[in-house]
């Protein structure tokens, strides 16, 4: 069992299994997100999130996300230095291509632009909602619960940075990137795939990136435009 952990197959496997776990966690925070676009008044997505701040399961799941995300990182960084140490001699621009996809052989750049970028995205919210907080977070009433006003932190900064929206979009592009290679390749990791359902899963994968990479765009396009509340 050891072996197969420490092994390159393992390592893979063990995050692709991550990957899907990030996965499922990013569906879930892309429909909260989207509640958002769906009620101007803000009020669906205060419940919402007011929700998520005190549902107990979701309390217990959030170190569990974090871990997972390091050990997606980890495993990331020491499959690439592993790569990276057994061809130390770069192959030609042309077999590269030939080869493989720009994506594909750019994974952990992608993945470390995405983490940048999630990094900035929890300073300007998780951080002031759980720890910092902010004037905007004032309780307001919604359907006779106080709740904090998380809609009035998040749609604040993107009505009043454009520099934030354009950030965002790009971070919704790197993710739908990332995804379009990882999904298919995760499959593959663990068994799941030969010549027939590698094609589906790459079907599969592309469309899942556009819809996160769009559901993610919208929401700062939707403030861009002024149809926020």
């Known amino acids: 069992m ?3 952990i420490t092994s390159s197959i393992g390592k893979k496997a063990i995050m692709s299994v991550s990957g899907f776990f990030l996965v499922s966690f990013l569906c879930v925070h892309l429909t909260a997100n989207l509640m958002i676009v769906v009620d101007s008044s803000g009020e669906i997505f205060n419940e919402v999130c007011h929700f998520m701040a005190t549902n107990p399961v979701v309390r217990v799941i959030e170190p569990v996300l974090a871990l997972g995300f390091l050990l997606h990182i ?3 960084s020491w499959i690439t230095l592993q790569n990276r140490a057994a061809r130390p001699v770069k192959y030609a621009r042309s077999n590269q291509a030939g080869n493989a996809s720009w994506v594909s052989r750019n994974m952990y750049i992608l993945g470390a632009l ?3 970028f999630l990094l ?5 919210f998780w951080w002031k909602i759980k720890f910092a907080g902010d004037p905007l977070l004032e309780e307001i009433e919604v359907n006779g619960v ?3 006003n998380t809609y009035a932190l998040v749609s604040g900064l993107f009505k009043t940075s454009v520099v934030y929206c354009g950030l965002y979009i790009l971070g ?3 993710l739908g990137l990332h995804l379009a290679h990882g999904f298919g390749a995760a499959f593959q990791s663990i068994g799941l795939s030969n010549r027939v359902w590698r094609k589906r899963w790459a079907f599969l994968g592309t469309l ?3 819809i996160v990479a769009g559901g993610f765009s919208i929401i700062p396009i939707y403030f861009l435009l002024g ?3």
């Open 2 to 4: 050891n072996s197969f």
């Open 74 to 76: 980890a495993l990331a």
């Open 114 to 116: 995405i983490l940048v």
């Open 120 to 124: 900035l995205h929890l300073w300007n």
């Open 146 to 148: 106080l709740v904090e």
């Open 172 to 174: 919704g592009v790197l």
């Open 208 to 210: 899942f990136a556009v």
């Open 227 to 229: 149809l926020g509340g």
